[in-house]
């Protein structure tokens, strides 16, 4: 037995039984909800490559396998990062099974993860572009509701990933010939040229963002929020990959210059547009830019110089806390969805009244989402700014201003939750298992702001053992 079999091939197979016996749905989420936990809990106790002893059985996997001429290798150091996506899909498998919001999330959601899995594991390692678009693809499916056309959030989406892929693949090919001849600066000035337009593609960076706000004003919440942890996620950890594969890529200065800019400039075109949102799934769609834009901050300040890969951490760290803050925001808003059947501020009036469990959620995401003390996001977001304030003071002070943008919309769309033309008693319409998934959202961003250490140390050193180079 080897790794990518386990972790790849069987979920994939796991994905198209799913597909077949859609009948019993229902059946089929609780199933796969237990077979990604247990897939990550495997991950857990099993080293790879080593002899390991489980119960009454001596179990050794191996790393890799060859398919068609290609390898697909996952090691030790992959271990974390296996945990982390499959403790992520079974979270929204069970928020999916809650708001039985699509029966095909389920087999979708698995199919999506193990392309994921799949793109960090192949090689050579630009066949992992052409795995990213078949995951993209398979996205497509995800967000289109059946029998229903497909909106122009997803034709956007489908559109600019698969516009970066020829720029990404032909950025590969000239990083190979600039590494032989590093003195070409031509060859430079193409490379460089074709990697800022196809990662901006790719990690939607403005003015290739347009459909993220729209994805999320017309698409399920739950599917579209497991894209929106999903697809930043991969395109992340490719980036970070496709930068550090390179030994003269990283120490160039204009690099760490792009994706600063891009960084300041995503937090503060999001934050700008929170303020005046009127629909609380474009909201949303904002907060997910102000994150691509932390994102591309914390890359800029961990790759370059040896003795800043530790800052590199806080892009990992930060995941846990945004896929619990994205899964909450969007079964909070399934909920109202149900009921109110849109999600503008009108619909939702009066709607705090009815549904308290989910003005809880709603609030507790976007508090974490900002780094208000006390929440899982506080940890991350303070050690940005710290150290982007000791670098850079005036990119510093704009990301931190940025913050009130999303806060300001937080308390419009709270106004309008509690406004009515007339008096409402106090219910709660939530279901059971509404009201339990909420409130262990919401105790675990409230756990994980005050004891941090719980999960950070995890991450930091799968951030670390991602990169080839370590300090």
Not at 238 to 249: T, Y
Request: net charge neutral.
């Amino acid at each position: 037995m080897n790794a990518p079999q386990v972790w790849i091939f069987f979920p994939a197979i796991l994905a198209l039984l799913l597909m077949v016996f859609q009948r019993w749905w229902k059946v089929g989420a609780l199933v796969a909800a237990t077979f990604t936990l247990g897939l990550a809990g495997f991950a857990y106790l099993v080293p790879i490559g080593e002899k390991y002893k489980l119960l009454f059985w001596n179990i050794e996997i191996s790393d890799s396998l060859s398919v068609l001429g290609r390898r697909l290798i996952l090691s030790s150091d992959d271990r974390t990062i296996l945990i982390l996506i499959y403790v992520s899909v079974s979270f929204w498998i069970i928020g999916a099974l809650v708001s039985a919001s699509n029966r095909l999330f389920t087999p979708l959601s698995i199919g999506v993860s193990v392309l994921l899995i799949a793109a960090l594991a192949i090689e050579p390692f630009l066949y992992a572009a052409i795995i990213l678009e078949m995951m993209v693809l398979v996205c497509v499916i995800l967000l289109i509701k059946p029998g229903k056309a497909s909106n122009r959030g997803v034709i956007r989406l489908l559109t600019f990933q698969t516009l970066a892929m020829p720029f990404i693949l032909f950025t590969g090919w000239l990083l190979t010939g600039v590494e032989v001849n590093p003195e070409d600066s031509s060859l430079v000035s193409q490379a460089a040229i074709l990697m800022a337009i196809g990662f901006g593609l790719l990690f939607s960076i403005f003015p290739f963002h347009s459909w993220i706000p729209l994805l999320a004003e017309e698409a399920d919440p739950i599917s579209v929020s497991f894209v929106f942890f999903i697809l930043p996620l991969v395109i992340g950890l490719l980036g970070i990959s496709f930068i550090d594969r390179f030994s003269w890529l990283y120490t160039t200065s204009w690099l760490y210059v792009y994706l600063r800019f891009s960084g300041v400039l995503m937090v503060i075109f999001g934050s700008v547009w929170s303020i005046f949102q009127r629909n609380l799934a474009r909201l949303m769609g904002f907060a997910v830019i102000i994150e691509i834009g932390y994102s591309l901050l914390t890359i800029s300040l961990g790759l370059g110089p040896i003795q800043n890969r530790p800052l590199m951490g806080l892009f990992f760290t930060s995941l846990l806390p945004r896929g619990i803050s994205y899964g909450l925001w969007a079964l909070s808003l399934s909920v109202i969805l149900k009921d109110r059947k849109l999600l503008d501020y009108h619909a939702i009036r009066g709607v705090a009244y009815q549904y308290p469990f989910v003005v809880v959620g709603i609030t507790m995401a976007v508090l974490s989402l900002i780094g208000f003390p006390l929440t899982a996001g506080y940890t991350n977001h303070s050690g940005l700014w710290q150290y982007l304030n000791e670098q850079f003071p005036l990119a510093a002070q704009i990301v931190i201003i940025g913050s009130v943008g999303l806060t300001f919309g937080l308390f419009r769309s709270l106004i309008y939750m509690f406004q009515t033309r007339e008096a409402m008693a106090w219910e709660i319409h939530e279901k059971t298992g509404e009201r339990i998934l909420i409130g262990l959202a919401c105790a675990s961003l409230v756990i994980f702001g005050l004891l941090p250490q719980l999960y950070t140390s995890a991450l930091i050193n799968m951030g670390l053992s991602f990169l080839n180079i370590t300090p």
